[in-house]
């Protein structure tokens, strides 16, 4: 069976495409949930804060470390689901929720 240069580089590019498209769709699996979650938690933790102006760093620290957890559990529920296994580990995927708690680290709360 004889397939020209040409025919065979429309297959290839057609693989690629769906592959491609396959890679989004799995991707982008993970990211309405985390959206969400992280979208509550930051209305939550701002609204907190105006009422509560004093306990701000303490409300954001629960914040990120709520978010955490939350991001590594419905990351590891994702993955036990997902119908191709992904290489990227979920504690470097979930490991951002808990830098919040570094950048929001301070010496000293203003009153």
């Known amino acids: 069976m004889n397939v020209s240069k040409e025919d ?3 297959s290839l590019s057609a693989a690629q495409s769906v592959m491609d498209q396959t890679h989004k769709a799995i991707s982008s699996a993970y990211a309405n949930p985390l959206l969400i ?3 509550i938690l930051w209305i939550t933790a701002f609204t907190a804060t105006h009422f509560y102006v004093h306990y701000a760093y303490y409300i954001f620290m629960t914040m990120a470390v709520v978010g ?13 689901k997902a119908p191709v ?6 504690v470097s995927i ?15 709360v203003t009153r």
Not at 70 to 79: D, K, L, N, Q
Not at 98 to 103: A, E, P
């Open 8 to 10: 065979a580089r429309i």
């Open 37 to 39: 979650l992280w979208g």
């Open 68 to 80: 955490g957890l939350s991001t590594t559990v419905i990351i590891r529920v994702f993955r036990s």
């Open 85 to 90: 296994k992904e290489k990227s580990s979920y």
């Open 94 to 108: 979930s490991s951002s929720g808990f830098s919040y708690s570094h950048l929001l680290q301070v010496s000293s």
